[in-house]
Protein backbone atom coordinates (compact mmCIF):
# COMPACT_ATOMS: atom_id res chain seq x y z
CA UNK A 1 0.00 0.00 0.00
CA UNK A 2 1.37 3.29 -1.33
CA UNK A 3 2.12 5.98 1.55
CA UNK A 4 -0.29 8.07 2.55
CA UNK A 5 2.49 11.26 2.58
CA UNK A 6 4.49 11.93 -0.54
CA UNK A 7 7.64 13.11 1.44
CA UNK A 8 9.73 15.68 0.22
CA UNK A 9 12.63 13.46 -0.15
CA UNK A 10 11.02 11.37 -2.34
CA UNK A 11 10.06 14.42 -4.35
CA UNK A 12 13.69 15.67 -4.16
CA UNK A 13 15.18 12.15 -5.61
CA UNK A 14 12.35 12.19 -8.31
CA UNK A 15 13.72 15.67 -9.38
CA UNK A 16 17.09 14.87 -8.78
CA UNK A 17 16.34 11.72 -10.96
CA UNK A 18 14.31 13.34 -13.73
CA UNK A 19 17.70 16.11 -14.30
CA UNK A 20 19.77 12.69 -14.32
CA UNK A 21 17.96 10.93 -16.96
CA UNK A 22 18.11 14.27 -19.35
CA UNK A 23 20.57 13.85 -22.41
CA UNK A 24 24.32 14.12 -20.56
CA UNK A 25 25.46 16.04 -23.93
CA UNK A 26 23.57 19.03 -23.39
CA UNK A 27 25.42 21.07 -20.80
CA UNK A 28 22.55 22.76 -18.45
CA UNK A 29 24.26 25.68 -16.78
CA UNK A 30 27.06 27.78 -18.26
CA UNK A 31 29.16 30.31 -16.25
CA UNK A 32 30.54 33.34 -18.46
CA UNK A 33 30.58 36.92 -17.92
CA UNK A 34 26.70 38.15 -16.28
CA UNK A 35 25.19 40.45 -18.36
CA UNK A 36 24.90 43.17 -15.55
CA UNK A 37 28.65 44.36 -15.59
CA UNK A 38 31.98 43.18 -14.88
CA UNK A 39 31.40 39.75 -12.47
CA UNK A 40 30.51 35.93 -13.04
CA UNK A 41 27.09 35.17 -14.28
CA UNK A 42 25.37 31.76 -14.67
CA UNK A 43 23.18 30.95 -18.13
CA UNK A 44 20.57 28.06 -18.89
CA UNK A 45 21.70 26.03 -21.20
CA UNK A 46 18.47 24.72 -21.63
CA UNK A 47 15.24 25.71 -21.58
CA UNK A 48 14.06 25.17 -17.36
CA UNK A 49 10.27 25.30 -16.55
CA UNK A 50 9.28 26.45 -13.45
CA UNK A 51 10.29 23.81 -10.24
CA UNK A 52 12.86 22.58 -12.59
CA UNK A 53 16.41 21.42 -10.44
CA UNK A 54 19.34 23.67 -11.95
CA UNK A 55 22.76 21.84 -12.13
CA UNK A 56 24.31 19.48 -10.03
CA UNK A 57 23.50 19.15 -5.75
CA UNK A 58 26.82 20.60 -4.27
CA UNK A 59 28.50 20.95 -1.49
CA UNK A 60 28.72 23.56 1.05
CA UNK A 61 31.99 24.42 3.79
CA UNK A 62 30.74 25.55 6.87
CA UNK A 63 32.91 27.74 8.63
CA UNK A 64 32.18 29.37 12.33
CA UNK A 65 32.66 32.60 14.29
CA UNK A 66 34.99 33.97 12.30
CA UNK A 67 34.44 37.29 13.11
CA UNK A 68 34.57 36.47 16.87
CA UNK A 69 38.23 34.80 16.43
CA UNK A 70 39.59 38.02 14.52
CA UNK A 71 38.53 40.90 16.46
CA UNK A 72 41.98 42.11 16.48
CA UNK A 73 42.37 42.68 12.74
CA UNK A 74 43.79 46.01 11.79
CA UNK A 75 40.73 48.03 9.88
CA UNK A 76 42.37 47.59 5.98
CA UNK A 77 42.22 43.47 7.48
CA UNK A 78 39.00 43.81 8.57
CA UNK A 79 37.54 45.20 5.21
CA UNK A 80 39.95 42.23 3.40
CA UNK A 81 38.16 39.86 5.64
CA UNK A 82 34.35 41.26 5.08
CA UNK A 83 35.14 41.32 1.10
CA UNK A 84 35.66 37.61 1.24
CA UNK A 85 32.14 36.68 3.26
CA UNK A 86 30.82 38.63 1.51
CA UNK A 87 31.23 36.32 -1.78
CA UNK A 88 29.51 33.83 0.72
CA UNK A 89 25.61 32.54 2.30
CA UNK A 90 24.80 32.90 5.34
CA UNK A 91 24.76 29.40 7.35
CA UNK A 92 20.82 30.29 7.65
CA UNK A 93 20.12 29.27 3.52
CA UNK A 94 22.10 26.30 3.70
CA UNK A 95 20.85 24.54 6.72
CA UNK A 96 24.18 25.15 8.22
CA UNK A 97 22.86 27.72 11.38
CA UNK A 98 22.92 25.61 14.37
CA UNK A 99 26.64 24.59 13.95
CA UNK A 100 27.90 27.42 15.91
CA UNK A 101 26.99 31.18 16.79
CA UNK A 102 28.11 32.95 13.79
CA UNK A 103 28.16 30.27 10.58
CA UNK A 104 28.99 31.81 7.34
CA UNK A 105 28.90 29.06 4.02
CA UNK A 106 31.62 29.27 1.55
CA UNK A 107 29.96 27.52 -1.73
CA UNK A 108 30.87 26.89 -5.18
CA UNK A 109 28.87 26.90 -8.55
CA UNK A 110 25.97 28.17 -9.54
CA UNK A 111 25.11 29.21 -5.92
CA UNK A 112 28.48 31.60 -6.38
CA UNK A 113 28.75 32.81 -9.64
CA UNK A 114 25.48 34.13 -10.41
CA UNK A 115 24.10 37.29 -8.81
CA UNK A 116 20.76 39.45 -8.43
CA UNK A 117 18.72 41.78 -10.47
CA UNK A 118 15.92 43.67 -8.97
CA UNK A 119 13.31 42.96 -11.36
CA UNK A 120 14.17 39.33 -12.65
CA UNK A 121 14.63 37.11 -10.06
CA UNK A 122 13.94 33.68 -11.78
CA UNK A 123 15.86 30.96 -9.29
CA UNK A 124 16.67 30.37 -5.27
CA UNK A 125 18.08 27.87 -3.23
CA UNK A 126 15.82 25.15 -2.42
CA UNK A 127 16.19 24.95 0.78
CA UNK A 128 13.98 21.46 1.48
CA UNK A 129 17.87 19.52 -0.48
CA UNK A 130 20.40 20.61 2.02
CA UNK A 131 18.04 21.08 5.31
CA UNK A 132 16.27 17.34 4.34
CA UNK A 133 19.67 15.76 2.60
CA UNK A 134 20.86 11.69 3.12
CA UNK A 135 23.49 10.07 3.64
CA UNK A 136 22.74 6.21 2.70
CA UNK A 137 24.64 6.46 -0.33
CA UNK A 138 28.09 7.51 1.99
CA UNK A 139 26.90 5.35 5.28
CA UNK A 140 26.21 2.19 2.78
CA UNK A 141 29.70 2.29 1.12
CA UNK A 142 31.57 0.89 4.14
CA UNK A 143 32.82 4.68 5.37
CA UNK A 144 32.39 4.34 9.20
CA UNK A 145 31.94 7.66 11.25
CA UNK A 146 32.71 6.05 14.44
CA UNK A 147 35.95 4.80 13.25
CA UNK A 148 37.23 6.90 10.10
CA UNK A 149 39.97 8.83 9.95
CA UNK A 150 38.16 10.62 7.32
CA UNK A 151 35.83 11.67 10.26
CA UNK A 152 35.54 15.70 10.14
CA UNK A 153 37.82 16.07 7.58
CA UNK A 154 35.35 16.45 4.96
CA UNK A 155 31.96 18.06 4.92
CA UNK A 156 28.79 16.51 5.83
CA UNK A 157 26.66 19.23 4.00
CA UNK A 158 26.07 18.62 0.51
CA UNK A 159 23.06 18.37 -2.44
CA UNK A 160 23.19 22.18 -2.31
CA UNK A 161 20.48 22.59 -5.13
CA UNK A 162 18.85 25.24 -7.37
CA UNK A 163 15.48 25.38 -8.25
CA UNK A 164 13.75 27.38 -10.75
CA UNK A 165 10.82 29.81 -10.01
CA UNK A 166 10.01 30.97 -13.32
CA UNK A 167 10.70 29.71 -16.80
CA UNK A 168 14.33 30.15 -17.87
CA UNK A 169 14.66 30.42 -21.70
CA UNK A 170 17.77 28.79 -22.87
CA UNK A 171 20.85 31.38 -22.88
CA UNK A 172 19.02 33.32 -20.23
CA UNK A 173 20.54 34.23 -17.28
CA UNK A 174 20.34 32.67 -14.06
CA UNK A 175 19.71 35.47 -11.05
CA UNK A 176 19.09 34.39 -7.28
CA UNK A 177 17.37 36.44 -4.47
CA UNK A 178 19.84 37.65 -2.58
CA UNK A 179 17.06 39.46 -0.44
CA UNK A 180 14.83 43.17 -0.42
CA UNK A 181 18.19 44.91 0.75
CA UNK A 182 20.63 43.70 -1.43
CA UNK A 183 18.79 43.69 -4.82
CA UNK A 184 17.36 46.99 -4.26
CA UNK A 185 13.76 46.39 -4.00
CA UNK A 186 12.30 49.46 -2.66
CA UNK A 187 13.76 51.58 -5.08
CA UNK A 188 11.57 53.52 -6.49
CA UNK A 189 13.32 54.92 -9.95
CA UNK A 190 13.76 51.36 -11.70
CA UNK A 191 11.45 48.83 -11.61
CA UNK A 192 11.27 45.52 -9.14
CA UNK A 193 10.04 42.40 -9.66
CA UNK A 194 6.17 42.69 -9.02
CA UNK A 195 6.31 45.52 -11.10
CA UNK A 196 7.31 43.33 -13.91
CA UNK A 197 4.54 41.05 -13.08
CA UNK A 198 1.71 43.30 -12.48
CA UNK A 199 2.67 45.24 -15.53
CA UNK A 200 2.76 42.22 -17.59
CA UNK A 201 -0.64 41.22 -16.50
CA UNK A 202 -2.05 44.60 -17.17
CA UNK A 203 -0.58 44.72 -20.45
CA UNK A 204 -1.91 41.36 -21.54
CA UNK A 205 -5.45 42.63 -19.87
CA UNK A 206 -5.22 46.26 -22.01
CA UNK A 207 -3.96 44.22 -25.47
CA UNK A 208 -7.92 42.29 -24.61
CA UNK A 209 -9.62 45.38 -24.59
CA UNK A 210 -7.79 47.54 -27.48
CA UNK A 211 -8.24 44.43 -29.75
CA UNK A 212 -12.22 44.50 -28.47
CA UNK A 213 -12.72 47.91 -28.95
CA UNK A 214 -9.90 50.36 -31.02
CA UNK A 215 -11.68 50.17 -34.12
CA UNK A 216 -14.97 51.08 -32.51
CA UNK A 217 -13.17 54.27 -30.65
CA UNK A 218 -11.31 55.49 -33.34
CA UNK A 219 -7.33 56.05 -33.26
CA UNK A 220 -7.56 59.33 -31.34
CA UNK A 221 -9.97 57.94 -28.61
CA UNK A 222 -8.01 54.87 -28.24
CA UNK A 223 -4.72 57.19 -27.40
CA UNK A 224 -6.12 58.72 -25.29
CA UNK A 225 -7.76 56.01 -23.69
CA UNK A 226 -3.98 54.54 -23.50
CA UNK A 227 -2.70 57.87 -22.03
CA UNK A 228 -5.33 57.67 -19.18
CA UNK A 229 -4.36 54.43 -18.18
CA UNK A 230 -0.73 54.91 -18.75
CA UNK A 231 -0.80 58.04 -16.47
CA UNK A 232 -4.03 58.65 -14.00
CA UNK A 233 -4.81 54.58 -13.59
CA UNK A 234 -1.21 53.88 -12.87
CA UNK A 235 -0.80 57.28 -10.35
CA UNK A 236 -4.02 56.02 -8.83
CA UNK A 237 -3.18 51.97 -8.81
CA UNK A 238 0.90 52.05 -8.32
CA UNK A 239 1.34 55.47 -6.14
CA UNK A 240 4.86 55.73 -5.45
CA UNK A 241 6.16 53.03 -7.94
CA UNK A 242 3.70 54.66 -10.56
CA UNK A 243 6.72 56.18 -12.62
CA UNK A 244 8.82 52.89 -12.56
CA UNK A 245 5.65 50.66 -13.82
CA UNK A 246 5.23 53.37 -16.33
CA UNK A 247 8.87 53.26 -17.65
CA UNK A 248 7.67 49.70 -18.95
CA UNK A 249 5.05 50.52 -20.86
CA UNK A 250 5.47 51.27 -25.16
CA UNK A 251 4.85 54.65 -26.35
CA UNK A 252 1.45 53.92 -27.92
CA UNK A 253 -0.92 50.53 -27.10
CA UNK A 254 -0.07 49.46 -30.70
CA UNK A 255 3.41 48.17 -28.60
CA UNK A 256 1.79 46.44 -26.22
CA UNK A 257 1.45 43.00 -28.19
CA UNK A 258 5.61 43.10 -29.37
CA UNK A 259 6.21 43.22 -25.12
CA UNK A 260 4.22 40.20 -24.53
CA UNK A 261 5.66 38.23 -27.75
CA UNK A 262 8.77 38.24 -26.65
CA UNK A 263 8.49 37.31 -22.99
CA UNK A 264 7.04 40.24 -21.02
CA UNK A 265 8.56 43.67 -19.87
CA UNK A 266 11.34 42.17 -18.04
CA UNK A 267 13.03 40.71 -21.30
CA UNK A 268 11.69 43.75 -23.15
CA UNK A 269 13.68 46.00 -21.20
CA UNK A 270 16.62 43.60 -20.26
CA UNK A 271 17.69 41.99 -23.48
CA UNK A 272 21.29 41.51 -22.91
CA UNK A 273 20.05 38.82 -19.95
CA UNK A 274 19.89 36.44 -22.94
CA UNK A 275 23.44 35.17 -24.77
CA UNK A 276 22.91 33.36 -28.24
CA UNK A 277 24.02 29.55 -26.89
CA UNK A 278 26.66 29.60 -29.96
CA UNK A 279 28.19 32.18 -27.84
CA UNK A 280 27.84 30.60 -24.35
CA UNK A 281 29.20 27.36 -25.86
CA UNK A 282 33.24 28.79 -26.66
CA UNK A 283 32.92 31.79 -24.59
CA UNK A 284 31.13 30.14 -21.22
CA UNK A 285 32.45 27.22 -19.25
CA UNK A 286 30.25 24.18 -18.94
CA UNK A 287 28.80 24.00 -14.97
CA UNK A 288 27.38 20.73 -14.70
CA UNK A 289 30.55 18.50 -16.17
CA UNK A 290 30.45 16.96 -12.56
CA UNK A 291 28.09 14.71 -10.71
CA UNK A 292 28.36 14.14 -6.76
CA UNK A 293 29.42 10.12 -5.95
CA UNK A 294 31.06 8.21 -3.42
CA UNK A 295 35.11 8.12 -3.53
CA UNK A 296 36.51 4.75 -3.86
CA UNK A 297 39.52 5.98 -1.89
CA UNK A 298 39.20 4.75 1.15
CA UNK A 299 37.87 7.59 3.90
CA UNK A 300 37.94 10.11 1.12
CA UNK A 301 33.62 10.60 1.68
CA UNK A 302 32.33 11.86 -1.26
CA UNK A 303 33.51 12.45 -5.13
CA UNK A 304 33.44 14.53 -7.91
CA UNK A 305 31.85 12.11 -11.20
CA UNK A 306 32.55 12.85 -14.58
CA UNK A 307 28.79 13.55 -15.75
CA UNK A 308 29.80 12.59 -19.50
CA UNK A 309 33.04 11.50 -21.33
CA UNK A 310 35.71 14.40 -21.23
CA UNK A 311 38.54 14.13 -23.76
CA UNK A 312 42.21 14.92 -22.89
CA UNK A 313 42.59 18.67 -23.20
CA UNK A 314 39.35 19.58 -22.50
CA UNK A 315 37.82 21.83 -19.62
CA UNK A 316 36.30 19.80 -16.75
CA UNK A 317 35.50 22.79 -14.50
CA UNK A 318 36.42 26.35 -13.98
CA UNK A 319 37.26 27.09 -10.82
CA UNK A 320 37.19 31.17 -9.72
CA UNK A 321 39.40 32.02 -6.95
CA UNK A 322 38.00 34.06 -3.85
CA UNK A 323 41.62 35.36 -1.97
CA UNK A 324 41.67 35.26 1.94
CA UNK A 325 44.20 38.15 2.72
CA UNK A 326 46.47 37.03 5.64
CA UNK A 327 44.35 33.62 5.01
CA UNK A 328 46.12 31.13 7.27
CA UNK A 329 46.19 33.95 10.11
CA UNK A 330 42.80 34.44 9.81
CA UNK A 331 41.64 31.10 9.18
CA UNK A 332 43.00 30.07 12.76
CA UNK A 333 41.33 29.95 15.90
CA UNK A 334 42.41 30.27 19.42
CA UNK A 335 40.03 28.39 21.91
CA UNK A 336 40.60 27.37 25.32
CA UNK A 337 41.05 23.64 27.22
CA UNK A 338 38.25 24.17 29.71
CA UNK A 339 39.00 20.54 31.20
CA UNK A 340 42.45 21.42 31.81
CA UNK A 341 44.04 22.60 34.89
CA UNK A 342 45.87 26.23 33.57
CA UNK A 343 42.78 26.69 30.63
CA UNK A 344 45.63 27.07 28.36
CA UNK A 345 45.10 28.58 24.75
CA UNK A 346 44.85 25.54 21.70
CA UNK A 347 45.35 26.82 18.28
CA UNK A 348 43.20 25.11 15.50
CA UNK A 349 41.91 26.17 12.03
CA UNK A 350 38.89 26.36 10.58
CA UNK A 351 37.00 23.90 8.53
CA UNK A 352 37.58 25.94 5.69
CA UNK A 353 41.25 25.00 5.74
CA UNK A 354 40.88 22.05 3.92
CA UNK A 355 39.32 23.45 0.75
CA UNK A 356 41.46 26.30 0.03
CA UNK A 357 44.49 26.59 -2.04
CA UNK A 358 48.10 27.57 -0.43
CA UNK A 359 51.17 28.51 -1.36
CA UNK A 360 54.14 29.09 1.10
CA UNK A 361 55.28 31.94 -0.52
CA UNK A 362 52.15 33.57 -0.34
CA UNK A 363 49.88 35.34 2.92
CA UNK A 364 46.42 34.47 0.69
CA UNK A 365 44.79 31.85 0.43
CA UNK A 366 42.54 30.98 -2.03
CA UNK A 367 38.91 29.51 -2.05
CA UNK A 368 38.30 27.87 -5.53
CA UNK A 369 34.94 28.32 -5.86
CA UNK A 370 33.87 26.00 -8.96
CA UNK A 371 30.90 23.90 -9.77
CA UNK A 372 31.58 20.71 -7.97
CA UNK A 373 35.25 21.37 -7.08
CA UNK A 374 34.99 20.78 -3.03
CA UNK A 375 34.35 17.43 -3.76
CA UNK A 376 37.39 16.24 -5.77
CA UNK A 377 39.60 14.39 -3.95
CA UNK A 378 43.47 13.72 -4.15
CA UNK A 379 44.63 11.60 -6.99
CA UNK A 380 48.83 12.04 -6.21
CA UNK A 381 50.03 10.03 -9.77
CA UNK A 382 46.68 9.32 -10.30
CA UNK A 383 45.26 12.78 -11.03
CA UNK A 384 43.40 13.65 -14.25
CA UNK A 385 43.15 16.76 -14.09
CA UNK A 386 45.49 19.70 -14.14
CA UNK A 387 45.17 23.57 -12.87
CA UNK A 388 45.40 26.40 -16.15
CA UNK A 389 45.14 29.51 -16.36
CA UNK A 390 41.48 31.06 -18.01
CA UNK A 391 41.99 32.03 -21.81
CA UNK A 392 38.46 33.55 -22.04
CA UNK A 393 38.14 36.48 -23.77
CA UNK A 394 36.16 38.36 -20.95
CA UNK A 395 38.55 37.20 -18.43
CA UNK A 396 41.40 39.59 -17.61
CA UNK A 397 43.85 36.95 -15.59
CA UNK A 398 46.90 38.85 -17.10
CA UNK A 399 46.13 41.95 -14.91
CA UNK A 400 45.14 39.53 -11.91
CA UNK A 401 48.53 37.70 -12.58
CA UNK A 402 50.32 41.02 -12.38
CA UNK A 403 48.56 42.33 -9.21
CA UNK A 404 50.72 42.09 -5.60
CA UNK A 405 49.05 39.83 -3.03
CA UNK A 406 47.62 42.73 -0.98
CA UNK A 407 45.66 44.51 -4.25
CA UNK A 408 43.77 40.84 -4.82
CA UNK A 409 40.73 41.63 -3.34
CA UNK A 410 40.00 44.51 -5.61
CA UNK A 411 39.65 41.81 -8.50
CA UNK A 412 36.45 40.18 -9.65
CA UNK A 413 36.66 36.69 -9.44
CA UNK A 414 36.21 37.06 -13.17
CA UNK A 415 39.49 38.07 -13.59
CA UNK A 416 40.87 35.16 -11.27
CA UNK A 417 39.23 32.26 -13.17
CA UNK A 418 41.37 28.69 -13.13
CA UNK A 419 40.80 25.57 -15.69
CA UNK A 420 40.29 22.20 -14.80
CA UNK A 421 41.71 20.44 -17.79
CA UNK A 422 41.66 16.97 -18.40
CA UNK A 423 45.01 15.40 -18.51
CA UNK A 424 44.02 12.53 -20.27
CA UNK A 425 40.52 10.97 -21.93
CA UNK A 426 37.99 10.87 -18.38
CA UNK A 427 34.89 8.22 -19.05
CA UNK A 428 31.58 9.06 -18.12
CA UNK A 429 30.79 7.88 -14.26
CA UNK A 430 34.68 8.09 -13.92
CA UNK A 431 36.00 10.03 -10.43
CA UNK A 432 37.48 13.20 -10.66
CA UNK A 433 41.13 13.81 -9.24
CA UNK A 434 43.67 16.38 -8.36
CA UNK A 435 46.85 15.80 -7.09
CA UNK A 436 46.65 18.05 -3.43
CA UNK A 437 50.63 17.92 -3.52
CA UNK A 438 53.21 16.41 -1.50
CA UNK A 439 53.13 18.32 1.63
CA UNK A 440 49.17 17.53 2.22
CA UNK A 441 49.38 13.53 0.88
CA UNK A 442 52.86 13.51 3.96
CA UNK A 443 50.44 14.99 6.67
CA UNK A 444 47.17 12.73 5.28
CA UNK A 445 49.30 9.65 6.05
CA UNK A 446 50.41 10.71 9.53
CA UNK A 447 47.30 11.49 10.23
CA UNK A 448 45.97 8.14 9.74
CA UNK A 449 48.94 6.46 11.14
CA UNK A 450 48.29 8.20 14.30
CA UNK A 451 44.33 8.21 13.97
CA UNK A 452 43.95 5.03 16.64
CA UNK A 453 45.72 6.58 19.17
CA UNK A 454 44.50 10.09 18.28
CA UNK A 455 40.39 8.46 19.59
CA UNK A 456 41.97 5.66 21.79
CA UNK A 457 40.38 7.43 24.56
CA UNK A 458 37.61 9.61 23.00
CA UNK A 459 33.63 9.14 23.66
CA UNK A 460 32.61 8.92 20.49
CA UNK A 461 28.36 9.17 20.21
CA UNK A 462 26.52 8.63 16.71
CA UNK A 463 26.07 12.20 14.90
CA UNK A 464 22.80 13.02 13.36
CA UNK A 465 24.27 11.72 9.96
CA UNK A 466 23.91 8.59 11.54
CA UNK A 467 21.11 8.58 13.44
CA UNK A 468 19.01 10.36 10.53
CA UNK A 469 19.71 7.37 8.09
CA UNK A 470 18.38 5.09 10.61
CA UNK A 471 15.31 6.69 10.51
CA UNK A 472 15.41 8.20 6.47
CA UNK A 473 17.56 5.46 4.80
CA UNK A 474 16.88 5.91 1.32
CA UNK A 475 15.91 1.92 0.60
CA UNK A 476 15.47 1.19 4.01
CA UNK A 477 12.09 0.58 6.19
CA UNK A 478 11.18 3.71 7.87
CA UNK A 479 12.11 3.58 11.55
CA UNK A 480 9.37 5.84 13.63
CA UNK A 481 10.74 8.65 15.46
CA UNK A 482 10.81 7.54 19.79
CA UNK A 483 7.98 9.63 21.75
CA UNK A 484 9.29 11.59 24.64
CA UNK A 485 8.30 8.02 26.83
CA UNK A 486 10.40 5.94 25.20
CA UNK A 487 13.91 5.00 24.46
CA UNK A 488 15.80 7.36 21.96
CA UNK A 489 19.41 6.17 20.94
CA UNK A 490 20.72 9.47 19.92
CA UNK A 491 23.30 11.22 22.87
CA UNK A 492 23.75 14.36 24.27
CA UNK A 493 25.10 15.56 21.06
CA UNK A 494 22.17 15.65 19.15
CA UNK A 495 18.97 17.86 19.27
CA UNK A 496 15.56 16.40 17.53
CA UNK A 497 14.02 19.42 15.03
CA UNK A 498 10.94 19.97 13.69
CA UNK A 499 9.63 22.11 10.43
CA UNK A 500 6.82 23.30 11.76
CA UNK A 501 4.29 25.41 9.81
CA UNK A 502 0.77 25.52 11.27
CA UNK A 503 -2.37 26.82 10.85
CA UNK A 504 -2.99 29.41 13.57
CA UNK A 505 -6.84 29.78 11.79
CA UNK A 506 -7.68 26.39 13.23
CA UNK A 507 -7.08 25.82 16.61
CA UNK A 508 -8.37 23.34 19.08
CA UNK A 509 -7.57 23.03 22.64
CA UNK A 510 -7.29 20.06 24.76
CA UNK A 511 -8.18 20.09 29.04
CA UNK A 512 -4.75 19.24 30.86
CA UNK A 513 -5.08 17.37 34.22
CA UNK A 514 -4.68 20.02 35.74
CA UNK A 515 -7.38 21.89 34.53
CA UNK A 516 -5.65 24.10 32.24
CA UNK A 517 -5.87 24.04 28.04
CA UNK A 518 -3.26 23.46 25.62
CA UNK A 519 -3.65 24.95 21.88
CA UNK A 520 -3.53 22.40 19.28
CA UNK A 521 -2.49 23.72 15.71
CA UNK A 522 -2.47 21.49 12.47
CA UNK A 523 0.66 21.06 10.59
CA UNK A 524 0.25 22.24 6.98
CA UNK A 525 2.55 21.44 4.09
CA UNK A 526 3.70 24.38 2.25
CA UNK A 527 1.78 26.18 -0.32
CA UNK A 528 2.64 24.81 -4.41
CA UNK A 529 1.44 28.34 -6.47
CA UNK A 530 4.60 29.50 -7.86
CA UNK A 531 3.18 33.14 -8.75
CA UNK A 532 3.75 33.18 -4.72
CA UNK A 533 6.69 31.13 -3.79
CA UNK A 534 9.34 33.89 -3.29
CA UNK A 535 6.43 35.66 -1.01
CA UNK A 536 5.60 32.32 1.07
CA UNK A 537 7.07 31.07 3.84
CA UNK A 538 7.28 27.33 2.99
CA UNK A 539 7.36 24.85 5.21
CA UNK A 540 10.92 23.45 5.33
CA UNK A 541 12.84 26.17 5.84
CA UNK A 542 15.68 27.18 8.05
CA UNK A 543 13.16 30.01 9.51
CA UNK A 544 10.46 27.37 10.53
CA UNK A 545 12.96 24.91 12.07
CA UNK A 546 12.79 24.36 15.72
CA UNK A 547 13.66 22.05 18.44
CA UNK A 548 10.73 19.65 19.34
CA UNK A 549 9.69 17.52 21.66
CA UNK A 550 7.44 13.64 20.44
CA UNK A 551 4.53 13.38 22.35
CA UNK A 552 2.32 11.08 20.55
CA UNK A 553 2.37 9.09 17.11
CA UNK A 554 0.26 7.49 14.89
CA UNK A 555 0.48 5.43 11.41
CA UNK A 556 2.78 2.75 10.46
CA UNK A 557 5.00 2.14 7.47
CA UNK A 558 2.12 1.92 4.89
CA UNK A 559 0.39 4.56 5.76
CA UNK A 560 3.10 6.79 6.34
CA UNK A 561 4.19 8.33 10.62
CA UNK A 562 2.85 11.17 11.89
CA UNK A 563 3.83 13.10 14.78
CA UNK A 564 1.96 14.99 17.88
CA UNK A 565 5.15 17.27 18.98
CA UNK A 566 5.63 20.33 21.34
CA UNK A 567 8.35 23.16 19.84
CA UNK A 568 11.01 23.86 21.86
CA UNK A 569 10.51 27.89 21.97
CA UNK A 570 10.88 30.39 24.14
CA UNK A 571 7.99 32.09 24.07
CA UNK A 572 5.70 33.56 26.89
CA UNK A 573 2.25 32.42 27.08
CA UNK A 574 0.44 28.75 27.18
CA UNK A 575 2.23 26.06 25.51
CA UNK A 576 0.77 24.64 22.33
CA UNK A 577 1.21 21.87 20.77
CA UNK A 578 1.35 20.67 16.56
CA UNK A 579 -0.33 17.51 15.43
CA UNK A 580 -0.13 15.32 11.94
CA UNK A 581 3.76 16.28 12.01
CA UNK A 582 5.04 14.18 8.89
CA UNK A 583 7.38 12.05 9.81
CA UNK A 584 10.03 13.38 6.83
CA UNK A 585 9.81 16.92 8.42
CA UNK A 586 11.61 15.36 11.56
CA UNK A 587 15.53 15.49 11.75
CA UNK A 588 18.20 15.31 14.53
CA UNK A 589 20.92 17.75 14.14
CA UNK A 590 24.19 18.27 15.75
CA UNK A 591 24.52 20.56 18.55
CA UNK A 592 26.71 23.39 18.26
CA UNK A 593 30.18 22.34 18.41
CA UNK A 594 29.03 18.88 18.37
CA UNK A 595 29.31 18.22 14.68
CA UNK A 596 33.11 15.85 13.99
CA UNK A 597 33.91 19.01 11.46
CA UNK A 598 34.90 21.06 15.48
CA UNK A 599 36.70 17.54 16.78
CA UNK A 600 40.89 18.73 17.44
CA UNK A 601 41.45 15.54 16.32
CA UNK A 602 40.05 16.34 12.64
CA UNK A 603 42.54 16.40 9.84
CA UNK A 604 43.81 19.99 9.06
CA UNK A 605 45.77 20.81 5.54
CA UNK A 606 44.94 23.24 2.23
CA UNK A 607 45.68 22.03 -0.74
CA UNK A 608 48.58 22.69 -2.40
CA UNK A 609 49.22 25.89 -5.32
CA UNK A 610 51.38 24.42 -8.05
CA UNK A 611 54.51 25.92 -8.49
CA UNK A 612 54.02 26.67 -12.54
CA UNK A 613 50.76 28.86 -12.69
CA UNK A 614 50.91 30.63 -9.22
CA UNK A 615 52.02 34.10 -10.23
CA UNK A 616 55.54 35.63 -9.26
CA UNK A 617 53.83 38.88 -8.13
CA UNK A 618 51.75 37.44 -5.59
CA UNK A 619 54.57 35.57 -3.80
CA UNK A 620 55.32 38.27 -0.91
CA UNK A 621 56.57 35.89 2.03
CA UNK A 622 60.23 34.98 0.69
CA UNK A 623 61.24 33.60 3.82
CA UNK A 624 57.59 31.44 4.27
CA UNK A 625 54.92 32.12 6.57
CA UNK A 626 55.12 32.91 9.90
CA UNK A 627 51.81 33.18 12.95
CA UNK A 628 50.36 36.68 13.70
CA UNK A 629 51.51 35.65 17.03
CA UNK A 630 55.49 34.82 16.09
CA UNK A 631 55.63 38.39 14.17
Excluded at 88 to 95: E, F, I, K, L, Y
Excluded at 491 to 498: A, E, I, K, S
Amino acid sequence: MAQAICSVALLLTAATFVASEKDTRQCGIYLAESSTGHVLGSFAGRAYQRDDVIGSQDAVVQFVDIRLHNQDLSEQDSANLEAFLSTCWSGDATAGMNEADEVISAVGGPCFSSTGHVGMINAIIHQPSTLLRTDTDLLSSGYDEMTSPGRGAFTSYHNLTLLAVDKIQAGGEIFLDFGAEYNQYDDTTKPNIDDYRKMDEAMEKMVKFFNKHAESLGEKAANEVYEFMKKDVLDLTAEARAEAARSLLPETYHGLQAIIDVGGSALHSNPEVVKAMEWLEKEGYCQDNMVVGISKIEHAGRAAIAARDIKKGEIVAPMPLVPIIKGRDVLTMTEYDEDGENNLPIKTKQFLTNYVLEHPQCSVLFFPAGPMTSFINHGGKKANVKMAWSTKSWSDVKAAQKASADELPLYSAADMIIDLVATRNIKKGEEVLFDYGDDWAKAWNEHVKNWKKLTKDAMLFKTAMVLNDEHHGVGKSVKPFPTSSEESGAGDNVQLMCHLLYDEDKIERRRNQDGSRTKVYPWIPHPTSGEHRLKTDLAVRGINRMGCEILERTGDEATGYKYVVRPLIEKEGPKILVKNVPHEVIRYIDKPYSNPQHEHRAFRHSIRFPDDVFPEAWKDLKDGYKARDEL
